[in-house]
């Protein structure tokens, strides 16, 4: 039987409306957005936050696992670093070995919102993680793995979490599980959530409400609004806040549902599933010491691959004087080069559809998820030993600038990658361009999107922050 705050779940299309409102407000009065900027360096100029690259054996609470070499936490919390044997029918025979985070807690990531003058705000903070290249970024309102909300930190209560908890004061308006990076994570998942207050509550210096047209505006500049906020606020619903008679393409693409599609919904779900019982992905668990195997090496300073390439694991010291914990040491994931995360989009049918693709990545608990048109990092197809170019990649490449409809940098997660950046780029396509596109590729309006958001691990992280950026174009 469902309870009755289940029950208080928001209705779609009444959000999706108020949503579009939202967009429509580029500024409000409870803080100007021209003020993020300044805020934000207040606020860091307000605390003390320092990262230390550290050897392995200077993390505190950590340490290499005898007989495997997994890289664990002595609390048997948070998480570990292993060693992934995949096989798969992109990878060379023999499959691919790699460190990998394994992490099987679910964490929270949850922004409340409230209208203000009749508008709908959300409560962003401006958070730390050791990870992001500018220190502090626009976070959710909270954003805990359960190690941390349940205590294992012994660090200061988390502000707002009893909202997310125990939510008979909030309605709920996005509640998902979502996937994580699955080059870097196994099977790793957040709870996405946006709640819904009525009264005021009481808010820290940290804190600021702002419009969802006032987050669009910032989404163009590089690494201001973090992942997770990015991840959150793409599973809001889009379908239905337009009438039938809006003429933009891009709005009908989001909230128009009559708007002409290329494929059914019906259509879309049979092709995914058809994929992902086709496709082969098989993942085991091995020693993290057996990824040398594959051309991995462990020093005492990191661990990478002879290539240069891929990524390395290193260790750092943390301070945060606005975090629950002042002070703490972990071990972070280092690219060794920034990726290029490209949607394609065209006009079909008077609407603007996405070319989107079911990629297959090591790490996913199911098979395949959507993905962007291109997901790649372009310093592998250049120089020695490089892979062939992706699909549609020269396509991006050569896209003159006036058919770039956005292009940003954007971090990655804080809490787990190191200075990991990512350039996002939506490109319209000429008028020529085919819509006939290989067999794990098809076109998606924005509205089918959200709609498959409603439920986990159908796009990836990277399409959802392509998602939200999309919502600029109109």
């Known amino acids: 039987m469902l309870t009755d705050t289940a029950a208080r779940a928001a209705d779609r299309v009444d959000t999706a409306r108020r949503l579009l409102v939202s967009a429509r407000t580029p500024d409000s009065a409870a803080m100007p957005v021209g003020q993020v900027p300044s805020w934000l360096a207040e606020r860091a100029r307000a605390g003390e936050f320092r990262v230390t690259r550290v050897p392995f054996a200077q993390l505190r609470g950590w340490y290499f696992e005898e007989g495997t070499g997994d890289l664990r936490h002595e609390s ?19 499959g691919w070995r790699q460190p990998i985070i ?12 409230r209208e203000i003058d009749g508008v709908l705000h959300f409560l962003m903070q401006a958070k730390m993680e050791p990870g992001n290249i500018n220190t502090l970024q626009l976070s959710p309102t909270v954003q805990a793995t359960r190690s941390n909300f349940t205590g294992v930190h012994k660090g200061r209560p988390i502000p707002h979490l009893d909202l997310f908890l125990r939510r008979g004061r909030a309605r709920v308006l996005v509640d998902v599980l979502q996937s994580e990076q699955a080059d870097w994570f196994l099977a790793k998942r957040n709870r996405n959530m946006i709640i819904e207050v009525d009264e005021e509550i009481e808010t820290g210096p940290e804190f ?6 006032q987050l669009l505006r910032l989404l163009h500049l590089d690494n201001v609004l973090n992942m997770d906020t990015r991840s959150i606020l793409a599973c809001l619903p889009t379908a239905g806040a337009a009438d039938g008679t809006a003429a933009d393409p891009v709005l009908r693409s989001f909230h128009d549902p009559s708007a002409a599609s290329r494929h059914t919904m019906p259509e879309i779900l049979s092709w995914l599933t058809g994929i992902r019982a086709l496709r082969e992905l098989v993942q085991r668990r091995i020693p993290l010491a057996a990824v040398a195997e594959d051309g991995w090496r462990r020093t005492g300073e990191e661990i990478g691959h002879d290539s240069g390439r891929r990524f390395r694991v290193i260790g750092a010291d943390i301070r945060a004087s606005n975090r629950e914990v002042a002070s703490w040491s972990q071990p972070l994931i280092q690219p060794q080069v920034p990726g290029l995360m490209a949607l394609v989009v065209k006009r079909i049918g008077g609407t603007l559809h996405a070319l989107v693709q079911a990629r297959v990545d090591v ?11 291109v997901h790649c990092r372009p310093a592998d197809h250049t120089g020695p030993g490089r892979q062939p170019f992706p699909p549609f990649l020269a396509d991006v490449l050569a896209a003159p600038a006036d058919r770039v409809r ?7 997660e804080g809490g787990r990658f190191y200075h990991a950046e990512n350039r996002y780029v ?6 020529g361009f085919t819509e006939d596109v290989p067999d794990d590729y098809a076109w998606l309006t924005f509205a089918q999107l959200t709609e498959l958001l409603a439920y986990g691990n159908q796009l990836n992280v990277e399409l959802r922050t392509l998602v939200v950026c999309a919502h600029t174009l109109y």
């Open 363 to 373: 790490g996913h608990l199911n098979v395949a998820e959507l993905a962007p048109t």
């Open 426 to 431: 939506i490109v319209e396509a000429p008028e």
């Open 76 to 94: 048997g919390r948070f998480f570990a670093v292993e060693g992934l044997h995949v096989h798969a029918d992109a990878l060379p025979a023999g």
């Open 406 to 412: 956005y292009d940003a940098v954007q971090s990655e």
């Open 102 to 113: 394994v992490q099987p807690e679910v964490g929270l990531l949850g922004i409340v919102a």
């Open 208 to 213: 600021r409400w702002l419009t969802f047209g």
